[in-house]
């Protein structure tokens, strides 16, 4: 069985630019989360989509936003970025929302942001 | 605010040594996770841990949850170099913003 694949798994862009990750979900698994790791402010959870809604959200701004598709794949943006959103973007998928549901992580993006 | 505090945050133990990491978290959650992160790499699920008593064990590595004290605790037996990782517990906040709140890590080190 695949796991969870991400995309791109490296990402270099510059201040004020959006980017766009992408990830797909392990086969059957219809939540999908996304966090955020930096080494300064550790791990932090962004936001859950399952079935096509978002479900949780964390305290991130709006410059944060994400969806997902039908085929529960799912997708995070960032707008206007800033050289603090430099960080390993990790998705997980389960089977269904959290927090009852075991998580599985992607390997991630890392953003760097110049 | 909800605090999820682990120590220690740095562990150096020798093989072959038992030892505890601990996890407090500061409001009422029934729902913790353990996660563990080589470096470099994503996150690997460890244990999920969905009420007050429950006790999951896997190899060298036991977990615990005791949620009226607010307290989950990860037990290493007989420390193997392959158990090097960073640990992570992680909190259910649900019923205040319905997020996951994370440790700041353990960085486990065992020297041969």
């Known amino acids: 069985k695949a796991g969870v694949t991400q995309t791109p798994r490296y990402l270099i862009k510059t201040r004020g630019q959006q980017v766009t990750l992408s990830c797909s979900p392990i086969?059957?698994?219809?939540?999908v989360s996304w966090y955020q790791q930096t080494p300064g402010q550790g791990l932090q959870f962004l936001f859950e989509?399952?079935?096509?809604?978002?479900?949780n959200k964390g305290n991130f701004p709006g410059r944060f936003s994400g969806r997902q598709f039908s085929n529960s794949r799912s997708e995070m943006n960032v707008s206007t970025l800033e050289l603090g959103d430099s960080a390993l973007y990790l998705c997980?998928?389960?089977?269904?929302?959290?927090?009852?549901?075991?998580?599985?992580f992607g390997p991630g993006t890392r953003l760097t942001v110049l | 605010e909800l605090k999820v505090e682990q120590n220690p945050l740095f562990l150096s133990m020798q093989e072959g040594k038992n030892y505890t990491i601990y996890c407090n978290y500061s409001?009422?959650?029934?729902?913790l996770y353990w996660y563990r992160q080589d470096p470099g790499k994503s996150l690997e699920s460890l244990f999920v841990?969905?009420?007050?008593?429950a006790v999951k064990q896997e190899g060298r590595l036991m977990a615990s949850l005791d949620t009226k004290a607010r307290l989950s605790t990860l037990h290493i037996t007989a420390a193997v170099h392959d158990l090097s990782a960073t640990y992570f517990c992680?909190?259910?906040?649900?019923?205040?913003?319905?997020?996951?709140?994370f440790g700041a890590g353990t960085r486990l080190t065992v020297k041969p």
């Open positions: 409001t009422t959650s029934d729902r």
């Open positions: 989509y399952f079935s096509e809604t978002q479900r």
């Open positions: 992680a909190v259910d906040m649900k019923g205040l913003n319905n997020d996951m709140r």
């Open positions: 086969s059957g698994h219809r939540s």
């Open positions: 997980a998928s389960s089977l269904g929302t959290m927090p009852t549901n075991e998580q599985f």
């Open positions: 841990l969905l009420s007050n008593g």
